[in-house]
């Protein structure tokens, strides 16, 4: 079945420590992006890709990188200098056009940090 | 102002109620909109796309009102099933990726 897998799906780590959020596709799509969602809040974008080796910030990158070495692939690094990076934080992908609104989202990873 | 603005709700109805959310964006350059259904603790899916002629999927309308930057989702003959939150998306997109904002979504339960 094509889908998006995340992992892990929890994952508790400690202040100043660096943490990846794994995000891989086989739906053959150009683009992906990852989300951060938290109570009350909407999806907030963190980064997006359009094509491989290349990625653009979106509106929360601050504390964030990525990385797109393969079409499938898609990490996400939580770096030390996130200052709330407790979260549920969501990767996407869709295809390239127009009107693409449908993003197919993977299940998520629970980020706490202690 | 928020890009997209919804009512949080709770919105509490019993089964077969007709329940109608509202949402408002504020970029009248949005090209795209859309519902998402998001169920406790999981990854929002589509639910339906909004066209300014106003669609229907089933027991679900959806219309766009592009003057007054305004969306709404009809829902008829509620189920159990359809508790939910649903998501307000509109879509500005840069290039050839969509650049979707998320409303924070407006919460629906539906009981006996």
């Known amino acids: 079945d094509g889908g998006i897998t995340q992992s892990p799906k929890y994952l508790f780590r400690k202040e100043g420590q660096n943490v990846t959020l794994s995000c891989e596709q086989n739906l053959n799509h150009d683009a992906m992006y990852w989300y951060r969602q938290d109570p009350g809040q909407g999806l907030r974008l963190i980064y997006y890709?359009?094509?491989?080796?290349?990625?653009q910030k979106g509106d929360i990158a601050e504390g964030y990188s990525v990385s797109r070495e393969k079409k499938e692939s898609f990490p996400l690094t939580v770096t030390s200098a996130q200052k709330n990076p407790t979260a549920f934080y969501l990767c996407a992908s869709s295809i390239i056009g127009r009107d693409t609104g449908e993003l197919f989202f993977g299940e998520g990873s629970r980020l706490t940090v202690l | 102002r928020k890009e997209v603005e919804q009512d949080p709700g709770p919105f509490n109805v019993p089964e077969g109620a007709t329940v109608a959310f509202n949402c408002t964006y504020s970029n009248s350059a949005s090209q795209s909109f859309f519902w998402y259904r998001q169920d406790c603790r999981k990854e929002p899916k589509l639910l339906m796309s909004v066209y300014s002629s106003g669609n229907e999927d089933g027991r679900f309308t959806a219309q766009l009102n592009r003057a007054s930057q305004y969306i709404s989702l009809l829902i008829r003959d509620s189920k159990l099933s359809d508790s939910a939150t649903y998501l307000c998306?509109?879509?500005?997109?840069?290039?050839?990726?969509?650049?979707?904002?998320f409303g924070t979504g407006t919460r629906l339960q539906v009981t006996l």
């Open positions: 890709s359009q094509i491989v080796n290349d990625f």
């Open positions: 998306v509109v879509n500005n997109q840069t290039g050839t990726a969509s650049k979707l904002t």
